[in-house]
């Protein structure tokens, strides 16, 4: 049974009596990760099927969620690194901007967010560091592996809205990328500007939308994002606002799950800077 199924049995309050905050919380917890259904006191139990006996439930809870989604990237990761793992580095780095180390190391050297990177057969390093979050190696994978043979980016703007099949990540981009940077950076364009040196950014002096300032971000070395900014404007009741556009060549080098973490990660990285 899915979450969405299960919450038809809860009250649909968020009344937290479970210990969890809101009932698709619980749902989730109980489907994927074990939770004792039993911990919110308004469900008839009699009502669910034995999938959802008590025995042996009530121990990871949503963090039995996390370690399931984790081992899901790590399979993940595996099944990348053995398809890389058949690709001709010194052919394709010229195609997706890569500088090839010669056959002795057999590596790729580029830029992720302003950060060195150092892709081989045997796997992935950040800035001389192992790469911590599995879904960075998903993602330069997936870039070394899906741009062979791409077109080179235009810059013609698009929107994500523009890209096929990206209806259900149009929201994800939004909340986790775009309103995060503008919220962060309210009333401060000074310190946006600031920060994008960190990432690579270069601040378009010319940019021709009528915006506080744009920024083209070269997020891998054939993945440029255009990110404009408006900061609030108090008298008119306008918040501030962030738009990310993509190179309409973009899905030859990055699918749209890839590519919206692409984004996210930028946001975090513009964000979060000591």
């Excluded at 096929?164 to 009333?187: D, H, M, Q, W």
């Excluded at 378009?204 to 915006?211: D, G, H, K, R």
Aim: overall charge negative; charged content about 25%; proline content about 5%.
């Amino acid at each position: 049974m899915q979450p969405l199924e299960f919450i038809k049995f809860t009250p649909r309050t968020n009344c937290g009596e479970c210990g969890y905050a809101a009932c698709l919380a619980f749902a989730a917890a109980v489907t994927k990760g074990g939770e004792d259904p039993g911990k919110c006191p308004y469900i008839d139990q009699s009502l669910l099927g034995d999938e959802f006996g008590t025995q042996e439930r009530g121990k990871d809870g949503l963090h039995g969620v996390a370690k399931l989604l984790d081992e899901k990237d790590l399979a993940l990761v595996a099944h990348l690194k053995e398809k890389t793992s058949v690709i001709d580095f010194s052919s394709v780095a010229e195609s997706i901007g890569c500088n090839w180390s010669g056959p002795e190391e057999d590596c790729l050297f580029f830029r992720f967010l302003g950060q060195e990177v150092e892709l081989s057969h045997k796997g992935v390093l950040i800035d001389g560091k192992e790469v911590e979050d599995p879904r960075d190696q998903i993602l330069l994978y997936n870039y070394v592996h899906f741009g062979v043979g791409g077109r080179e980016p235009k810059q013609q703007w698009i929107g994500m809205e523009s890209l096929p099949n990206s209806i259900s990540k149009i929201r994800t981009l939004r909340v986790y990328c775009e309103e995060r940077i503008a919220a962060y950076f309210t009333g401060c364009p000074d310190l946006l500007k600031q920060r994008a040196s960190a990432l690579d950014a270069v601040f378009q002096e010319n940019a021709e939308q009528s915006c506080t300032a744009a920024f083209l971000v070269p997020a891998l070395p054939r993945l440029p994002l255009f990110v404009l900014f408006w900061d609030e404007e108090k008298e008119d009741n306008f918040p501030s606002k962030v738009k990310v556009l993509f190179d309409q060549n973009v899905l030859d080098f990055l699918d749209i799950e890839s590519l919206v973490f692409a984004a996210e990660r930028m946001a975090e990285r513009w964000v979060h800077q000591e």
